[in-house]
């Protein structure tokens, strides 16, 4: 009885920032992986940062690497996602993911996804 929910998206200029939330439920911190994926028109959905809920150790895609930073907030069982230095190439509707291990939600395999918010961002 996973559930994610995911807020923060819009539309910015080249160099702005935004911060995604993704508000999660039935999640059991000491097991689940969980991160971001985005998915771009006639892409594939490609993960952008992750996180081992156990030992909260971050993985980033290269190219984004320095300008976003992945957060759990346990308390308020939310993830986040801070996003800066923004570029049109991270244009994209964005997806909060969860699965039971690391390599199950790399490898989108058993995972729970939310529903997406967008990402616009222009040059």
């Known amino acids: 009885q996973v559930r994610l929910v995911e807020s923060g998206g819009g539309s910015v200029q080249a160099g702005g920032s935004l911060r995604l939330a993704c508000a999660a439920s039935g999640i059991d911190y000491s097991r689940y992986a969980m991160g971001w994926f985005r998915q771009a028109p006639g892409r594939e959905r490609e993960a952008v940062a992750t996180?081992?809920?156990?030992?909260?150790?971050?993985y980033y895609a290269d190219s984004v690497k320095g300008r976003f930073t992945i957060s759990l907030d346990k308390a308020k069982n939310t993830l986040y996602l801070q996003m800066n230095n923004l570029k049109p190439s991270d244009s994209a509707t964005y997806y909060c993911a969860a699965a039971r291990t690391w390599v199950e939600l790399v490898r989108k395999r058993a995972v729970d996804w939310g529903r997406g918010t967008q990402v616009a961002v222009s040059s």
């Open positions: 996180v081992y809920a156990g030992t909260g150790t971050p």
